[in-house]
């Protein structure tokens, strides 16, 4: 066996195995670029729906709340919370933080105008539109 | 002054390895206060609110993991290159930069509100701000590129005027694989679908897959060192355990794209190859088992040999059988994004690469102060740091997953799914408890800092111990 496998075969494999990896991977990828514009509706992409991207990032809101299962644990799912709750709620939520309520997850006051809580909702209903295969499981996220 | 150092260059690494251990203080106090942020919720708000704490938390990890690896990186070149560092001062120089960068990082994050900071650090001139694990002002990510290049040049020059050897080499593919993915960073789409697609190129494709590299070759070097086996055999190894990592992880980032707006052939190829990314951390379990047990040396420093076995089970635990455990799309269905994902999160972090940054400076510290190894007392209390450390954070991680399986149940798969806070309230008993783990952490923490100071008792009790066989 060690006579067979020296390490000089042991690496050749390596660069062999690397090389086809990172080809099939970037082919996927390719592939996947091509596919992806009837899966996230980019045609959407409104400026406002940037501008709520925009300030979803500076205020890292993803420091708290998952965002199609990806972020903090500590706070709720947003990926489809345009669906469970709605726009008003929405605006409404982000107008009144914090709850102050003793012992409770406290969530930052951010002094939106309204046309940045607009941004926000257009932000957050574009993402809800995005095809995730049926993730989550239900409402709740 | 040192005589057990081959190379006076290497010596660049303590400054390094100091600051690693002292920011990983860090990153534990703030992990602290989450976790009592997850049960007593307004913990320091508005003071510290619970994002602030957490940017500060991960980004504490992954800098002092840098550090770390850069240490190794120029202890471990020079002696594998048998040449001294290419240049000693650039090393130093490009310390003070990343130390600087990273304490007005921290701060800026403590001190200034984050939409402030974008605005005060030129995020609007191109916005790659408030992504996970991405939260660094652009600055900060520029800085990152030019120590990372610096260090690179460095290493690398080291590397051609020497010996090469597979450690050093693939330690080096490592390093700049670490540094060309980390430009996926500035790359932030306006699409939220595409942006999630690259980000995972600098998260996923670092953790598994280029730092597999340089775990690895770390830990090649500390067990040719301790065992004194046959560097033909550990490198031959080492070829194995990386061919595993990169054929599995690369595709394997695909575990990563089924709900994220990707065609769901991910499902398919993320599921098949990331089920396999547990191979190459189960044969760097074996290669030190088998490595440790065929040594032809004893050498004195025992916590170094703790800490190489300890790495070789635990990433294969974290990162192997509790990434395993979420990664086929059925499962990940219902775990994503949930307290599972934390656990995984932890105990893959902590064996893999906490672990080889702690067993590279268990063994390399003693030499650079100027011993072969550490005093058996401080040998001692360093190996009940690491009982400590790594035992809570098994605790830590069944803990967050008794959370997981709850919070799964309750919020995805029962007929009446309830919402996300109601669920947390439920679960609180979890939190509570991976909070006493976290101190008992700490408290492993704070041993492991003391092992560094303790000295060997006074003379008299060696020659006590002789006195019985003259009599
Ligand atoms: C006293 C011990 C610790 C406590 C109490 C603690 C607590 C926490 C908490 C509460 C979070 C945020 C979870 C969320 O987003 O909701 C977190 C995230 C994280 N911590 Fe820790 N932590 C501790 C130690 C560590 C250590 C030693 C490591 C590294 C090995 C680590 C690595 C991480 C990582 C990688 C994340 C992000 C996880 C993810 O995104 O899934 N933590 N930690
Ligand atoms: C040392 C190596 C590894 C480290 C440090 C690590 C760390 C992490 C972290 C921090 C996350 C959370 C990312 C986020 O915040 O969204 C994560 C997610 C994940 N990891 Fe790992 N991981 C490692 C290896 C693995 C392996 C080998 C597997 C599979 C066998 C795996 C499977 C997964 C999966 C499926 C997720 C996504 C969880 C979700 O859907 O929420 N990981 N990993
Ligand atoms: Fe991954």
């Known amino acids: ?141 | 002054m040192l005589p057990l150092l081959q190379y006076p260059s290497q010596a660049v690494a303590k400054p390094y390895f100091i600051t690693a251990i002292g920011l990983f203080v860090g990153q534990i106090l703030f992990g602290l206060i989450m976790g009592l942020q997850y049960v007593i919720g307004d913990f320091m708000f508005p003071a510290i609110p619970f994002n602030i704490a957490r940017m500060v938390h991960t980004n504490l990890l992954i800098v002092w993991l840098l550090f770390g690896f850069m240490g190794a990186a120029y202890y471990l070149v020079p002696e594998e290159s048998e040449t001294e560092l290419h240049s000693p001062l650039l090393a130093y120089l490009m310390f003070w930069i990343f130390l600087i960068a990273g304490a007005l990082t921290i701060a800026g994050y403590l001190l200034v509100p984050y939409a402030t900071l974008a605005e005060m650090t030129g995020n609007n001139l191109l916005q790659t701000m408030g992504r996970e694990f991405l939260e660094q002002p652009l600055p900060t990510k520029v800085g990152i590129v030019v120590v990372a290049l610096a260090f690179v040049y460095n290493i690398g020059m080291t590397i051609l005027k020497g010996r090469k050897t597979a450690i050093s080499m693939i330690l080096l593919a490592g390093l700049i694989g670490l540094a060309v993915l980390f430009l996926f960073a500035f790359y932030n789409p306006s699409n939220l679908a595409t942006d999630k697609y690259f980000w995972w190129w600098v998260v996923h494709l670092w953790v598994e897959g280029v730092w597999e590299l340089i775990m690895a070759a770390i830990l090649a070097f500390v067990l040719i060192k301790i065992t004194g086996v046959d560097r033909e055999v550990i490198e031959k190894w080492l070829y194995v355990i990386i061919t595993l990592a990169l054929v599995t992880g690369i595709i394997g980032t695909g575990h990563h794209y089924y709900w994220i707006g990707a065609p769901a052939y991910w499902q398919w190829w993320g599921g098949v190859f990331s089920a396999l990314e547990p191979l190459p951390f189960f044969a760097m379990t074996v290669f030190c088992f088998n490595m440790v047990n065929r040594r032809r040396r004893q050498h004195p420093n025992k916590a170094a040999t703790l800490w190489a076995l300890g790495t070789g089970v635990m990433a294969f635990l974290g990162a192997g059988v509790w990434g395993f455990l979420h990664t086929l799309a059925p499962v990940n269905y219902y775990t994503h994004g949930s307290q599972i994902t934390a656990a995984h999160g932890h105990l893959a972090f902590y064996g893999a690469y906490v672990m080889v940054v702690l067993t590279i400076i268990s063994y390399a510290m003693p030499i650079l102060r100027g011993r072969e190894c550490n005093p058996e007392r401080a040998q001692v209390l360093e190996m009940w740091s690491f009982w400590l450390m790594t035992v809570s954070m098994v605790f830590i991680t069944l803990f967050l997953t008794g959370a997981g399986i709850l919070q799964v149940w309750l919020q995805r798969v029962i007929d009446n799914p309830q919402p996300f806070m109601a669920v947390q309230d439920q679960v609180r008993i979890f939190y509570w408890l991976r909070e006493l783990a976290g101190l008992v952490f700490l408290i492993g923490l704070v041993l492991y800092l003391v092992s560094f100071f303790v000295k060997d008792k006074p003379q008299t009790v060696a020659v006590n111990d002789v006195q019985p066989a003259a009599t």
Request: glycine content about 8%; aromatic content about 12%.
């Open chain 1, 1 to 141: 066996m060690s006579a067979f496998f020296t390490k000089s075969r042991a690496r050749n494999i390596f660069y062999g195995g690397v090389v086809f990896s990172a080809l099939l991977f970037l082919a996927l990828t390719f592939h996947t670029i091509r596919k992806m514009p009837q899966r996230d509706h980019r045609e959407n992409l409104t400026a406002e729906v940037v501008r709520g991207k925009h300030l979803w990032e500076t205020r890292n809101c993803v420091g708290c709340h998952t965002i199609l299962g990806e972020g903090a644990y500590f706070a709720p799912e947003l990926g489809n919370v345009y669906k469970r709750r709605g726009p008003d709620f929405i605006k409404a939520w982000i107008k009144v933080q914090p709850t102050g309520v003793a012992g409770r997850r406290q969530m930052p006051q951010f002094h939106f105008s309204e046309q940045q809580l607009d941004d926000i909702v257009a932000f957050l209903k574009w993402t809800s539109e995005i095809n995730t295969e049926n993730w989550p499981p239900n409402i709740e996220g």
